[in-house]
Protein backbone atom coordinates (compact mmCIF):
# COMPACT_ATOMS: atom_id res chain seq x y z
CA UNK A 1 0.00 0.00 0.00
CA UNK A 2 2.61 2.42 1.35
CA UNK A 3 4.39 1.15 -2.24
CA UNK A 4 1.24 1.68 -3.88
CA UNK A 5 0.97 5.61 -3.01
CA UNK A 6 4.76 6.10 -3.92
CA UNK A 7 4.82 5.14 -7.11
CA UNK A 8 1.35 6.79 -7.62
CA UNK A 9 2.62 10.30 -6.33
CA UNK A 10 5.91 9.75 -8.75
CA UNK A 11 3.90 8.91 -11.45
CA UNK A 12 1.38 12.34 -10.48
CA UNK A 13 4.69 13.94 -10.41
CA UNK A 14 5.02 13.50 -14.08
CA UNK A 15 1.56 14.43 -14.98
CA UNK A 16 1.45 17.57 -13.24
CA UNK A 17 4.93 18.88 -15.06
CA UNK A 18 3.64 17.76 -18.38
CA UNK A 19 0.29 20.24 -17.78
CA UNK A 20 2.80 23.04 -17.22
CA UNK A 21 4.88 22.12 -20.29
CA UNK A 22 2.37 21.21 -22.71
CA UNK A 23 0.38 24.37 -23.27
CA UNK A 24 -2.22 22.81 -25.29
CA UNK A 25 -3.08 20.69 -22.40
CA UNK A 26 -3.50 23.66 -20.33
CA UNK A 27 -5.62 25.51 -23.04
CA UNK A 28 -8.04 22.55 -23.13
CA UNK A 29 -9.25 23.24 -19.78
CA UNK A 30 -9.33 26.58 -19.57
CA UNK A 31 -9.70 28.76 -22.94
CA UNK A 32 -11.78 25.85 -24.50
CA UNK A 33 -14.68 25.84 -21.38
CA UNK A 34 -14.47 29.36 -21.16
CA UNK A 35 -15.25 29.63 -25.57
CA UNK A 36 -18.21 27.41 -24.48
CA UNK A 37 -19.83 29.46 -21.92
CA UNK A 38 -19.32 32.30 -23.94
CA UNK A 39 -20.01 31.50 -27.00
CA UNK A 40 -23.04 29.03 -26.17
CA UNK A 41 -24.42 30.96 -23.63
CA UNK A 42 -24.65 34.35 -26.03
CA UNK A 43 -25.57 32.75 -29.09
CA UNK A 44 -28.03 30.02 -28.05
CA UNK A 45 -28.82 32.80 -25.06
CA UNK A 46 -30.73 34.88 -27.58
CA UNK A 47 -32.53 32.25 -29.83
CA UNK A 48 -33.84 29.83 -27.13
CA UNK A 49 -35.60 30.66 -23.92
CA UNK A 50 -36.70 28.75 -20.61
CA UNK A 51 -39.53 29.32 -19.07
CA UNK A 52 -38.84 30.38 -15.22
CA UNK A 53 -34.86 30.50 -15.41
CA UNK A 54 -32.77 32.47 -18.03
CA UNK A 55 -30.83 30.51 -20.68
CA UNK A 56 -27.49 31.14 -19.07
CA UNK A 57 -28.22 29.63 -15.60
CA UNK A 58 -29.92 26.67 -17.38
CA UNK A 59 -26.71 26.01 -19.85
CA UNK A 60 -23.90 26.30 -16.67
CA UNK A 61 -25.00 22.69 -15.72
CA UNK A 62 -25.14 21.43 -19.46
CA UNK A 63 -21.72 22.90 -20.09
CA UNK A 64 -20.08 21.93 -17.18
CA UNK A 65 -21.13 17.82 -17.96
CA UNK A 66 -20.35 18.24 -21.51
CA UNK A 67 -16.40 19.36 -20.33
CA UNK A 68 -16.74 15.97 -17.94
CA UNK A 69 -17.07 13.75 -20.88
CA UNK A 70 -14.70 15.36 -22.92
CA UNK A 71 -12.15 13.85 -20.41
CA UNK A 72 -12.23 10.68 -22.20
CA UNK A 73 -10.31 12.03 -25.16
CA UNK A 74 -7.92 13.44 -23.27
CA UNK A 75 -6.88 10.00 -21.05
CA UNK A 76 -7.08 7.96 -24.08
CA UNK A 77 -4.50 10.10 -25.93
CA UNK A 78 -2.07 9.96 -22.79
CA UNK A 79 -2.96 6.39 -22.62
CA UNK A 80 -2.30 5.42 -26.40
CA UNK A 81 0.95 7.87 -25.93
CA UNK A 82 2.60 6.29 -23.57
CA UNK A 83 1.38 3.09 -25.07
CA UNK A 84 2.87 3.74 -28.46
CA UNK A 85 6.56 5.38 -27.62
CA UNK A 86 7.79 2.50 -25.21
CA UNK A 87 7.47 4.21 -22.01
CA UNK A 88 4.30 1.52 -20.86
CA UNK A 89 7.12 -1.27 -21.81
CA UNK A 90 9.89 0.94 -19.45
CA UNK A 91 7.07 0.70 -16.55
CA UNK A 92 6.38 -2.91 -17.39
CA UNK A 93 9.96 -3.96 -16.82
CA UNK A 94 9.99 -2.50 -13.44
CA UNK A 95 9.18 -3.37 -10.22
CA UNK A 96 6.31 -1.20 -9.42
CA UNK A 97 2.76 -2.04 -8.73
CA UNK A 98 0.77 -1.89 -12.30
CA UNK A 99 -2.59 0.00 -11.20
CA UNK A 100 -0.32 2.97 -10.36
CA UNK A 101 0.13 3.54 -13.73
CA UNK A 102 -3.83 4.03 -14.65
CA UNK A 103 -4.25 5.41 -11.19
CA UNK A 104 -1.96 8.17 -11.44
CA UNK A 105 -3.09 8.94 -14.99
CA UNK A 106 -7.13 8.84 -14.23
CA UNK A 107 -5.76 11.33 -11.25
CA UNK A 108 -4.38 14.04 -12.66
CA UNK A 109 -6.84 14.00 -15.33
CA UNK A 110 -9.68 14.79 -12.62
CA UNK A 111 -7.13 16.99 -11.78
CA UNK A 112 -7.60 19.05 -14.97
CA UNK A 113 -11.38 18.28 -14.32
CA UNK A 114 -10.80 20.10 -11.33
CA UNK A 115 -8.95 23.14 -13.10
CA UNK A 116 -12.07 23.52 -15.64
CA UNK A 117 -14.33 23.56 -13.13
CA UNK A 118 -12.94 26.17 -11.39
CA UNK A 119 -12.66 28.01 -14.77
CA UNK A 120 -15.91 27.76 -15.99
CA UNK A 121 -17.57 28.50 -12.45
CA UNK A 122 -15.68 31.83 -12.41
CA UNK A 123 -16.54 32.85 -16.00
CA UNK A 124 -20.06 32.04 -15.76
CA UNK A 125 -20.73 33.77 -12.50
CA UNK A 126 -19.13 37.52 -14.42
CA UNK A 127 -22.21 36.38 -16.43
CA UNK A 128 -24.57 36.00 -14.33
CA UNK A 129 -24.91 32.42 -13.13
CA UNK A 130 -25.90 31.86 -9.90
CA UNK A 131 -26.41 28.79 -7.71
CA UNK A 132 -29.68 28.94 -5.15
CA UNK A 133 -29.84 25.88 -3.27
CA UNK A 134 -26.73 26.76 -0.71
CA UNK A 135 -23.25 26.04 -0.79
CA UNK A 136 -23.22 22.61 0.58
CA UNK A 137 -25.91 21.60 -2.10
CA UNK A 138 -23.43 23.26 -4.94
CA UNK A 139 -20.56 21.32 -3.66
CA UNK A 140 -22.44 18.32 -4.16
CA UNK A 141 -22.93 19.09 -7.69
CA UNK A 142 -19.32 20.02 -8.54
CA UNK A 143 -18.87 16.58 -6.61
CA UNK A 144 -21.37 14.94 -9.15
CA UNK A 145 -19.26 16.21 -11.99
CA UNK A 146 -16.26 15.41 -10.60
CA UNK A 147 -17.41 11.59 -10.27
CA UNK A 148 -18.72 11.72 -14.07
CA UNK A 149 -14.83 13.29 -15.12
CA UNK A 150 -12.95 10.42 -12.83
CA UNK A 151 -15.86 7.84 -14.85
CA UNK A 152 -14.87 8.92 -17.82
CA UNK A 153 -11.01 9.06 -17.32
CA UNK A 154 -11.42 5.60 -16.53
CA UNK A 155 -13.17 4.92 -19.87
CA UNK A 156 -11.09 7.31 -21.71
CA UNK A 157 -8.14 4.90 -20.81
CA UNK A 158 -9.94 1.64 -21.42
CA UNK A 159 -10.81 3.21 -24.93
CA UNK A 160 -7.10 4.07 -25.32
CA UNK A 161 -5.58 0.88 -24.42
CA UNK A 162 -8.04 -0.80 -26.92
CA UNK A 163 -7.86 1.79 -29.75
CA UNK A 164 -3.69 2.35 -29.14
CA UNK A 165 -3.43 5.78 -31.81
CA UNK A 166 -4.45 9.05 -31.83
CA UNK A 167 -6.18 9.07 -34.58
CA UNK A 168 -8.50 6.02 -33.79
CA UNK A 169 -8.85 7.28 -30.11
CA UNK A 170 -10.00 11.00 -31.39
CA UNK A 171 -13.03 9.94 -33.71
CA UNK A 172 -13.82 6.98 -31.09
CA UNK A 173 -13.95 9.84 -28.82
CA UNK A 174 -15.99 12.10 -30.74
CA UNK A 175 -18.59 9.75 -31.70
CA UNK A 176 -19.35 9.14 -27.89
CA UNK A 177 -19.40 12.56 -26.76
CA UNK A 178 -21.39 14.45 -29.69
CA UNK A 179 -24.04 12.34 -29.65
CA UNK A 180 -24.48 12.06 -25.77
CA UNK A 181 -24.20 15.48 -25.33
CA UNK A 182 -26.56 17.16 -27.99
CA UNK A 183 -28.89 14.23 -27.96
CA UNK A 184 -29.82 15.27 -23.84
CA UNK A 185 -30.86 18.64 -22.24
CA UNK A 186 -27.27 19.84 -21.61
CA UNK A 187 -28.36 22.52 -24.21
CA UNK A 188 -31.87 22.40 -24.67
CA UNK A 189 -35.26 22.15 -22.61
CA UNK A 190 -36.69 18.84 -23.88
CA UNK A 191 -40.38 20.00 -23.34
CA UNK A 192 -40.61 21.07 -27.21
CA UNK A 193 -39.27 17.91 -28.59
CA UNK A 194 -41.29 15.54 -30.68
CA UNK A 195 -42.41 12.49 -28.23
CA UNK A 196 -39.89 9.48 -29.41
CA UNK A 197 -36.79 12.27 -29.49
CA UNK A 198 -37.95 13.40 -26.00
CA UNK A 199 -38.27 9.71 -24.78
CA UNK A 200 -34.54 9.39 -25.90
CA UNK A 201 -33.16 12.30 -24.58
CA UNK A 202 -34.63 12.06 -21.04
CA UNK A 203 -33.57 8.45 -20.84
CA UNK A 204 -29.73 9.01 -22.59
CA UNK A 205 -27.27 9.26 -19.08
CA UNK A 206 -26.07 12.00 -19.51
CA UNK A 207 -29.34 14.30 -19.17
CA UNK A 208 -29.74 12.75 -15.61
CA UNK A 209 -26.68 14.01 -14.34
CA UNK A 210 -27.25 17.62 -16.06
CA UNK A 211 -30.84 17.76 -14.80
CA UNK A 212 -29.01 16.66 -10.89
CA UNK A 213 -26.46 19.44 -10.91
CA UNK A 214 -29.33 21.73 -12.16
CA UNK A 215 -31.29 20.57 -9.45
CA UNK A 216 -28.07 20.96 -7.00
CA UNK A 217 -27.56 24.24 -8.59
CA UNK A 218 -31.32 25.53 -8.33
CA UNK A 219 -31.05 26.75 -12.16
CA UNK A 220 -33.92 24.48 -12.69
CA UNK A 221 -37.05 25.10 -15.21
CA UNK A 222 -40.87 26.11 -14.56
CA UNK A 223 -41.30 23.36 -17.26
CA UNK A 224 -43.94 20.48 -17.60
CA UNK A 225 -42.26 18.94 -14.43
CA UNK A 226 -42.95 15.67 -15.94
CA UNK A 227 -40.58 13.50 -17.61
CA UNK A 228 -39.37 9.89 -17.57
CA UNK A 229 -37.68 8.33 -14.79
CA UNK A 230 -33.60 9.43 -15.04
CA UNK A 231 -34.84 12.88 -15.44
CA UNK A 232 -37.53 12.89 -12.29
CA UNK A 233 -34.78 11.09 -10.05
CA UNK A 234 -31.95 12.71 -11.34
CA UNK A 235 -29.35 12.25 -8.31
CA UNK A 236 -29.98 8.84 -7.10
CA UNK A 237 -30.09 7.89 -10.98
CA UNK A 238 -26.58 9.89 -11.52
CA UNK A 239 -25.11 8.51 -8.71
CA UNK A 240 -25.58 4.89 -9.55
CA UNK A 241 -25.03 5.11 -13.27
CA UNK A 242 -21.44 6.86 -12.38
CA UNK A 243 -21.10 4.17 -9.62
CA UNK A 244 -21.57 0.87 -12.08
CA UNK A 245 -19.82 2.34 -14.84
CA UNK A 246 -17.14 3.10 -12.46
CA UNK A 247 -16.99 -0.72 -11.45
CA UNK A 248 -17.37 -2.06 -14.59
CA UNK A 249 -14.55 0.28 -16.32
CA UNK A 250 -11.70 -0.06 -13.84
CA UNK A 251 -11.31 -3.51 -13.86
CA UNK A 252 -12.09 -3.86 -17.54
CA UNK A 253 -8.97 -0.96 -17.98
CA UNK A 254 -6.60 -2.97 -15.82
CA UNK A 255 -6.81 -5.95 -17.32
CA UNK A 256 -6.39 -4.21 -21.07
CA UNK A 257 -3.53 -2.54 -19.67
CA UNK A 258 -2.02 -6.08 -18.69
CA UNK A 259 -2.95 -7.44 -22.15
CA UNK A 260 -2.27 -4.30 -24.06
CA UNK A 261 1.51 -3.86 -23.21
CA UNK A 262 1.72 -7.78 -23.47
CA UNK A 263 3.07 -7.87 -27.13
CA UNK B 1 29.74 -21.82 -13.87
CA UNK B 2 26.82 -19.85 -12.97
CA UNK B 3 24.07 -19.14 -14.88
CA UNK B 4 22.15 -15.75 -14.97
CA UNK B 5 20.12 -16.11 -18.35
CA UNK B 6 18.88 -19.40 -19.33
CA UNK B 7 15.53 -20.08 -21.13
CA UNK B 8 14.16 -23.40 -22.55
CA UNK B 9 12.07 -24.08 -25.26
CA UNK B 10 10.38 -20.49 -25.61
CA UNK B 11 7.80 -20.92 -28.10
CA UNK B 12 5.13 -18.09 -28.76
CA UNK B 13 2.69 -17.89 -30.89
CA UNK B 14 0.99 -14.74 -32.26
CA UNK B 15 -2.39 -16.07 -34.16
CA UNK B 16 -0.98 -17.94 -37.07
CA UNK B 17 2.67 -16.49 -36.90
CA UNK B 18 4.77 -18.46 -34.53
CA UNK B 19 7.39 -15.50 -33.08
CA UNK B 20 9.54 -18.36 -31.12
CA UNK B 21 9.09 -21.78 -31.99
CA UNK B 22 11.58 -23.27 -29.27
CA UNK B 23 14.52 -20.97 -28.30
CA UNK B 24 17.25 -22.23 -25.78
CA UNK B 25 20.06 -19.89 -24.76
CA UNK B 26 21.61 -19.79 -21.60
CA UNK B 27 24.08 -17.33 -20.30
CA UNK B 28 26.68 -17.49 -17.96
CA UNK B 29 26.83 -14.65 -15.19
CA UNK B 30 29.52 -11.69 -16.19
CA UNK B 31 29.44 -12.51 -19.74
CA UNK B 32 27.82 -11.63 -22.74
CA UNK B 33 25.67 -12.80 -25.03
CA UNK B 34 25.38 -11.33 -28.50
CA UNK B 35 21.82 -12.43 -30.44
CA UNK B 36 22.14 -11.63 -34.10
CA UNK B 37 19.14 -12.59 -36.91
CA UNK B 38 17.25 -10.50 -39.29
CA UNK B 39 14.25 -8.28 -38.48
CA UNK B 40 11.51 -10.49 -37.78
CA UNK B 41 13.50 -13.31 -36.65
CA UNK B 42 12.40 -13.17 -32.78
CA UNK B 43 15.42 -11.39 -31.20
CA UNK B 44 13.19 -8.81 -29.74
CA UNK B 45 10.33 -11.26 -28.28
CA UNK B 46 13.19 -13.27 -27.26
CA UNK B 47 13.88 -9.92 -24.63
CA UNK B 48 10.66 -9.09 -23.95
CA UNK B 49 10.04 -12.67 -22.94
CA UNK B 50 12.99 -12.90 -20.66
CA UNK B 51 12.57 -8.80 -19.23
CA UNK B 52 8.95 -10.48 -18.29
CA UNK B 53 6.98 -8.36 -20.69
CA UNK B 54 5.40 -10.89 -22.57
CA UNK B 55 4.39 -14.52 -21.30
CA UNK B 56 5.92 -17.10 -23.49
CA UNK B 57 3.33 -19.98 -24.23
CA UNK B 58 5.07 -22.56 -23.84
CA UNK B 59 8.96 -23.43 -22.18
CA UNK B 60 10.10 -21.59 -19.33
CA UNK B 61 13.46 -18.92 -18.69
CA UNK B 62 14.53 -18.26 -15.51
CA UNK B 63 16.59 -14.45 -14.97
CA UNK B 64 18.94 -14.21 -12.18
CA UNK B 65 18.44 -17.22 -10.65
CA UNK B 66 14.41 -16.36 -10.99
CA UNK B 67 11.33 -18.12 -12.97
CA UNK B 68 10.05 -15.23 -15.26
CA UNK B 69 6.55 -16.87 -15.42
CA UNK B 70 6.58 -17.08 -11.60
CA UNK B 71 8.38 -14.30 -10.08
CA UNK B 72 8.52 -11.83 -12.40
CA UNK B 73 8.36 -9.04 -9.23
CA UNK B 74 11.66 -10.40 -8.36
CA UNK B 75 12.92 -10.51 -11.99
CA UNK B 76 12.39 -6.72 -12.77
CA UNK B 77 14.28 -6.20 -9.01
CA UNK B 78 17.24 -7.74 -11.40
CA UNK B 79 16.99 -6.55 -14.71
CA UNK B 80 17.90 -3.18 -16.51
CA UNK B 81 15.83 -2.75 -19.77
CA UNK B 82 16.92 -0.88 -22.93
CA UNK B 83 14.75 -1.00 -25.90
CA UNK B 84 15.09 -0.59 -29.44
CA UNK B 85 12.61 2.61 -29.23
CA UNK B 86 14.17 4.94 -26.26
CA UNK B 87 11.45 4.95 -23.82
CA UNK B 88 11.85 7.92 -22.37
CA UNK B 89 9.75 10.79 -21.00
CA UNK B 90 9.83 13.54 -23.85
CA UNK B 91 8.69 16.30 -21.59
CA UNK B 92 10.71 15.29 -18.94
CA UNK B 93 14.53 16.72 -18.48
CA UNK B 94 16.93 14.25 -18.35
CA UNK B 95 17.60 14.33 -14.52
CA UNK B 96 13.62 14.06 -14.12
CA UNK B 97 13.16 10.98 -16.21
CA UNK B 98 16.34 9.11 -14.25
CA UNK B 99 14.88 10.30 -11.02
CA UNK B 100 11.08 8.89 -11.74
CA UNK B 101 12.35 5.52 -12.80
CA UNK B 102 14.68 5.48 -9.91
CA UNK B 103 12.07 6.29 -7.51
CA UNK B 104 10.15 3.51 -9.32
CA UNK B 105 12.48 1.15 -8.93
CA UNK B 106 11.81 1.88 -5.40
CA UNK B 107 15.88 3.34 -4.83
CA UNK B 108 14.42 5.84 -2.23
CA UNK B 109 14.04 9.18 -3.23
CA UNK B 110 17.45 10.61 -2.25
CA UNK B 111 18.97 7.60 -3.25
CA UNK B 112 17.39 8.19 -6.96
CA UNK B 113 18.61 11.63 -7.24
CA UNK B 114 22.15 10.84 -6.11
CA UNK B 115 22.45 7.87 -8.84
CA UNK B 116 20.73 10.01 -11.21
CA UNK B 117 23.29 12.71 -11.05
CA UNK B 118 25.66 10.30 -11.21
CA UNK B 119 24.81 8.52 -14.08
CA UNK B 120 24.11 12.06 -16.20
CA UNK B 121 28.02 12.42 -15.17
CA UNK B 122 29.27 9.08 -16.84
CA UNK B 123 26.94 9.05 -19.72
CA UNK B 124 28.25 12.72 -20.50
CA UNK B 125 24.82 14.25 -20.02
CA UNK B 126 25.57 16.46 -16.93
CA UNK B 127 25.20 19.45 -19.54
CA UNK B 128 22.06 18.67 -20.76
CA UNK B 129 20.34 17.04 -17.58
CA UNK B 130 18.08 20.41 -16.92
CA UNK B 131 16.77 19.88 -21.04
CA UNK B 132 13.64 18.21 -21.99
CA UNK B 133 14.36 15.00 -23.60
CA UNK B 134 12.39 16.01 -26.62
CA UNK B 135 15.93 18.49 -27.39
CA UNK B 136 18.29 15.39 -27.32
CA UNK B 137 19.69 14.00 -30.19
CA UNK B 138 19.59 9.98 -30.78
CA UNK B 139 22.81 9.63 -29.26
CA UNK B 140 22.15 11.63 -25.89
CA UNK B 141 18.64 9.71 -26.12
CA UNK B 142 19.83 6.52 -25.95
CA UNK B 143 22.59 7.00 -23.60
CA UNK B 144 19.83 8.34 -21.01
CA UNK B 145 17.89 5.05 -22.03
CA UNK B 146 20.86 3.46 -21.35
CA UNK B 147 21.44 5.49 -17.75
CA UNK B 148 17.86 4.49 -16.98
CA UNK B 149 18.59 0.69 -17.14
CA UNK B 150 21.00 1.17 -15.18
CA UNK B 151 19.42 3.18 -12.53
CA UNK B 152 19.18 0.54 -9.95
CA UNK B 153 22.50 -0.84 -10.27
CA UNK B 154 20.81 -4.78 -12.59
CA UNK B 155 22.37 -7.76 -12.15
CA UNK B 156 21.12 -8.83 -15.74
CA UNK B 157 21.10 -6.07 -18.57
CA UNK B 158 18.75 -6.69 -21.21
CA UNK B 159 20.05 -4.06 -24.51
CA UNK B 160 17.42 -4.48 -27.69
CA UNK B 161 19.31 -3.15 -30.80
CA UNK B 162 21.26 -0.51 -28.21
CA UNK B 163 23.18 1.14 -31.06
CA UNK B 164 21.22 1.16 -33.76
CA UNK B 165 21.19 4.49 -36.64
CA UNK B 166 23.69 5.85 -33.90
CA UNK B 167 27.04 7.75 -35.12
CA UNK B 168 30.15 6.02 -34.84
CA UNK B 169 31.09 8.30 -31.77
CA UNK B 170 27.79 7.52 -29.73
CA UNK B 171 28.36 3.79 -30.34
CA UNK B 172 32.02 3.84 -28.91
CA UNK B 173 30.01 5.80 -26.00
CA UNK B 174 28.07 2.84 -25.60
CA UNK B 175 30.48 0.07 -25.98
CA UNK B 176 32.90 1.32 -22.99
CA UNK B 177 29.24 1.45 -20.71
CA UNK B 178 28.77 -2.07 -21.91
CA UNK B 179 32.54 -3.42 -21.47
CA UNK B 180 32.43 -1.61 -18.06
CA UNK B 181 29.33 -3.28 -16.76
CA UNK B 182 30.47 -6.69 -18.07
CA UNK B 183 34.13 -5.70 -15.77
CA UNK B 184 31.51 -4.91 -12.86
CA UNK B 185 29.78 -8.21 -13.14
CA UNK B 186 26.70 -7.72 -14.71
CA UNK B 187 25.90 -10.12 -17.52
CA UNK B 188 24.05 -8.83 -20.15
CA UNK B 189 21.72 -10.18 -23.26
CA UNK B 190 21.93 -7.65 -26.37
CA UNK B 191 20.58 -7.97 -29.68
CA UNK B 192 22.22 -6.19 -32.70
CA UNK B 193 22.11 -5.61 -36.40
CA UNK B 194 25.60 -5.15 -36.42
CA UNK B 195 27.80 -7.98 -36.77
CA UNK B 196 30.85 -6.00 -35.84
CA UNK B 197 29.35 -5.48 -32.84
CA UNK B 198 28.87 -8.77 -31.60
CA UNK B 199 32.11 -9.56 -32.52
CA UNK B 200 33.66 -6.83 -30.18
CA UNK B 201 31.39 -7.25 -27.39
CA UNK B 202 30.42 -10.72 -27.05
CA UNK B 203 31.80 -13.74 -25.56
CA UNK B 204 29.34 -15.82 -27.57
CA UNK B 205 26.30 -15.17 -29.81
CA UNK B 206 23.43 -16.74 -30.92
CA UNK B 207 21.83 -16.59 -34.35
CA UNK B 208 18.65 -16.37 -34.57
CA UNK B 209 16.25 -16.96 -37.54
CA UNK B 210 12.15 -17.64 -37.67
CA UNK B 211 12.03 -18.19 -34.25
CA UNK B 212 14.98 -20.50 -33.55
CA UNK B 213 18.65 -20.50 -32.55
CA UNK B 214 19.98 -22.01 -35.41
CA UNK B 215 23.35 -21.42 -34.73
CA UNK B 216 26.06 -20.80 -31.36
CA UNK B 217 28.97 -20.33 -30.16
CA UNK B 218 32.32 -18.28 -29.89
CA UNK B 219 33.07 -15.83 -32.93
CA UNK B 220 35.82 -18.23 -33.59
CA UNK B 221 33.77 -21.03 -33.74
CA UNK B 222 31.01 -19.40 -35.62
CA UNK B 223 33.49 -18.48 -38.40
CA UNK B 224 34.83 -21.71 -38.33
CA UNK B 225 31.40 -23.59 -39.08
CA UNK B 226 31.53 -21.84 -42.29
CA UNK B 227 34.96 -22.93 -43.69
CA UNK B 228 38.20 -21.70 -42.59
CA UNK B 229 40.80 -19.11 -44.13
CA UNK B 230 40.17 -18.41 -47.90
CA UNK B 231 42.70 -17.12 -50.70
CA UNK B 232 41.43 -14.63 -52.70
CA UNK B 233 42.66 -13.83 -56.16
CA UNK B 234 41.90 -10.95 -58.14
CA UNK B 235 42.53 -10.57 -61.76
CA UNK B 236 42.87 -8.04 -64.29
CA UNK B 237 40.61 -9.34 -67.23
CA UNK B 238 38.22 -12.40 -67.73
CA UNK B 239 40.42 -14.12 -69.68
CA UNK B 240 42.43 -14.91 -67.30
CA UNK B 241 39.43 -16.86 -65.17
CA UNK B 242 40.19 -20.20 -66.64
CA UNK B 243 43.57 -19.96 -66.15
CA UNK B 244 43.55 -19.36 -62.25
CA UNK B 245 41.00 -21.88 -61.31
CA UNK B 246 43.15 -24.76 -63.14
CA UNK B 247 46.27 -23.38 -61.20
CA UNK B 248 44.25 -23.19 -58.11
CA UNK B 249 42.37 -26.35 -57.67
CA UNK B 250 45.97 -28.39 -57.88
CA UNK B 251 46.68 -26.92 -54.58
CA UNK B 252 43.39 -26.51 -52.99
CA UNK B 253 41.08 -29.21 -51.48
CA UNK B 254 38.06 -28.14 -53.08
CA UNK B 255 36.71 -26.68 -56.12
CA UNK B 256 37.55 -22.74 -56.30
CA UNK B 257 34.42 -20.41 -56.33
CA UNK B 258 34.44 -17.80 -58.86
CA UNK B 259 33.37 -14.44 -58.50
CA UNK B 260 32.25 -13.22 -62.07
CA UNK B 261 31.48 -9.50 -61.43
CA UNK B 262 34.74 -8.44 -58.89
CA UNK B 263 36.78 -11.21 -60.73
CA UNK B 264 37.66 -12.89 -58.06
CA UNK B 265 38.83 -16.41 -57.71
CA UNK B 266 38.53 -17.69 -54.08
CA UNK B 267 39.36 -21.20 -52.73
CA UNK B 268 39.60 -22.64 -48.95
CA UNK B 269 43.20 -23.16 -47.49
CA UNK B 270 43.79 -26.75 -47.30
CA UNK B 271 47.27 -26.38 -45.66
CA UNK B 272 47.72 -22.80 -44.32
CA UNK B 273 50.97 -21.15 -45.54
CA UNK B 274 51.96 -23.74 -47.35
CA UNK B 275 48.69 -23.98 -49.54
CA UNK B 276 50.10 -20.02 -50.11
CA UNK B 277 53.05 -20.73 -51.79
CA UNK B 278 51.92 -23.31 -53.76
CA UNK B 279 49.21 -21.34 -54.98
CA UNK B 280 51.69 -17.95 -56.09
CA UNK B 281 53.89 -20.65 -57.76
CA UNK B 282 51.26 -22.00 -59.30
CA UNK B 283 49.54 -18.69 -60.59
CA UNK B 284 52.88 -17.67 -61.62
CA UNK B 285 53.50 -20.64 -63.97
CA UNK B 286 49.74 -20.19 -65.56
CA UNK B 287 50.61 -16.42 -66.59
CA UNK B 288 47.33 -15.16 -64.60
CA UNK B 289 47.71 -11.46 -64.32
CA UNK B 290 46.71 -10.48 -60.76
CA UNK B 291 45.73 -7.63 -59.14
CA UNK B 292 45.37 -8.47 -55.51
CA UNK B 293 46.16 -11.63 -53.96
CA UNK B 294 44.63 -12.14 -49.48
CA UNK B 295 43.94 -14.13 -47.37
CA UNK B 296 41.11 -13.51 -45.68
CA UNK B 297 39.42 -15.33 -42.16
CA UNK B 298 35.47 -15.15 -43.29
CA UNK B 299 33.62 -11.94 -41.66
CA UNK B 300 31.01 -12.60 -39.32
CA UNK B 301 28.56 -11.03 -42.37
CA UNK B 302 29.50 -14.22 -44.24
CA UNK B 303 28.75 -16.35 -41.76
CA UNK B 304 25.30 -14.65 -41.30
CA UNK B 305 24.36 -14.64 -44.65
CA UNK B 306 25.67 -18.94 -45.18
CA UNK B 307 23.46 -19.55 -41.84
CA UNK B 308 20.28 -17.29 -42.41
CA UNK B 309 20.32 -18.35 -46.30
CA UNK B 310 20.79 -14.50 -47.56
CA UNK B 311 17.89 -13.42 -46.04
CA UNK B 312 19.05 -10.50 -43.99
CA UNK B 313 15.22 -8.90 -43.99
CA UNK B 314 12.75 -10.92 -43.83
CA UNK B 315 10.00 -9.10 -42.95
CA UNK B 316 6.27 -9.91 -41.07
Redesign the interface.
Known amino acids: MV ?1 LV ?2 VS ?2 V ?2 HM ?2 LV ?2 PEKLLSVTLMPVAYVVVFGVLFGSAISVPGSDYRSYLMAGIFTQMMLTNVGNTALGVAGDLS ?3 V ?8 SRSSVLIARTLSDLTLAVIACVTMAIVGYLMGWRVHEGFLKALAGFGLLLLLGYTMAWLGALIGLLARSAEAVNSIAFMLVMPLTFLSNAFIPLDGLPGWLRWLCEWNPVSAVVAACRELFGNTTTGTGKGAFPVQYPVPVSLVLCGLLLAAVVPAAVGAYRRA ?3 | MEIAIEAVGLRKRYGGHEALCGVDLSVPTGTLLGILGPNGAGKTTTVRVLATLLEPDEGRASVAGYDVRDQPREVRRSIGLTGQYAALDERLTGRENLRLIGTLYRLGRRAAKARADELLDRLDLAHAAERQVKTYSGGMRRRLDLAASLIAEPKVLFLDEPTTGLDLTSRLTLWDMIREQLAGGVTVLMTTQYLEEADQLADRIAVIDGGRVIADGTSDELKAKVGGERLEVSLADDSDIPATVTALRETAAAEPVVAQDSRTVSVSLRDGLKTVSEAAAALDAAGARTVGFAVRRPSLDGVFLALTGGTTSRER
Do not use: W
Not at chain 1, 89 to 96: A, E, G
Open positions: ESDALGRKHRINGVDRFRSLPMAAR
